[in-house]
């Protein structure tokens, strides 16, 4: 029997076995994406899928998913490992491994990048900017001792036009006033400036020399990227004592 008709009998044996068969990466494994673009809130998902051949060898089976930013539901940080398996929306020939991702607060490109035993694909979600829509204005106290003898510390909570966290570095400026609208002349401190995690900016606050047994106005406003003011802003009435 010569080499052909040895290699065509090989080959044969494989293909009416039904053994598994390591095939080239081009035709074991492509990423698909839910959504390419994603609010940058650190709260929004999308789905991200890669697809084997069922005709893959069990050692790569397992994908491994790893991301620059953001996380991972299931093992809260940028990786994750789980195992292909039949799916009803993929057809027979295909196993599916699929994961969720949550979106970072930083607007920018992430990448996606699977990895099967050392075989790496990549792709690429666009994280665009979660902006302000509200400010909401909440304080530890509603009544301080005047003469710098007290203190309240103030929280500036701002979220977007559905009601989630901001990206961070959004900035936040607090003026103390009276009814008339002039400055007060309290001291702020500790200013945490621009938002965090939270979508919160914090500041500590100490009127002076001011009349007691009355009330002075604090209004928090939110910044645009430039510094300036916009229309966001909200304000609290504090008594004296």
Do not use: H, W
């Not at 398996?85 to 920018?108: E, N």
């Not at 400010?135 to 701002?158: H, M, N, Q, W, Y």
């Amino acid at each position: 029997m010569n080499g052909f008709q040895n290699c065509f009998l090989i080959l044969s044996v494989l293909f009416i076995g039904g053994c598994n068969v390591e095939l080239p990466i081009d035709e074991i494994v492509r990423i698909q994406l839910s959504n390419d673009t994603i609010v940058g809130d650190g709260t929004s998902t999308i789905s991200i899928s890669a697809f084997i051949s069922s005709r893959a060898l069990e050692s790569r089976r397992s994908v491994t998913f790893y991301t620059d930013e953001g996380i991972f539901v299931g093992s809260n940080d940028k990786k994750i490992t789980v195992t292909a398996r039949k799916a009803v929306d993929v057809d027979k020939d295909s196993l599916k491994a699929m994961v969720t991702f949550v979106a970072p607060m930083v607007p920018g490109k992430v990448a996606i990048t699977t990895e099967i035993e050392d075989i790496f694909i990549s792709d690429t979600i666009k994280v665009v900017a979660s902006t302000p829509s509200s400010v909401s204005l909440t304080a530890d106290r509603f009544a301080v001792p005047v003469d710098f003898l007290g203190e309240i510390k103030f929280t500036a909570t701002i979220r977007n036009s559905i009601g989630k966290k901001v990206s961070k570095g959004i900035g936040v400026i607090f003026e103390d006033k009276t009814e008339v609208f002039s400055p007060v002349g309290g001291i702020f401190r500790d200013n945490s400036e621009i938002s965090g995690t939270d979508s919160n900016v914090t500041i500590n606050y100490t009127p002076g020399r001011f009349p007691s047994d009355s009330s002075f106005l604090i209004i928090a406003t939110v910044l645009n990227q430039e510094g300036n003011k916009t229309n966001f802003s909200d304000t609290l009435r504090i008594f004296t004592l």
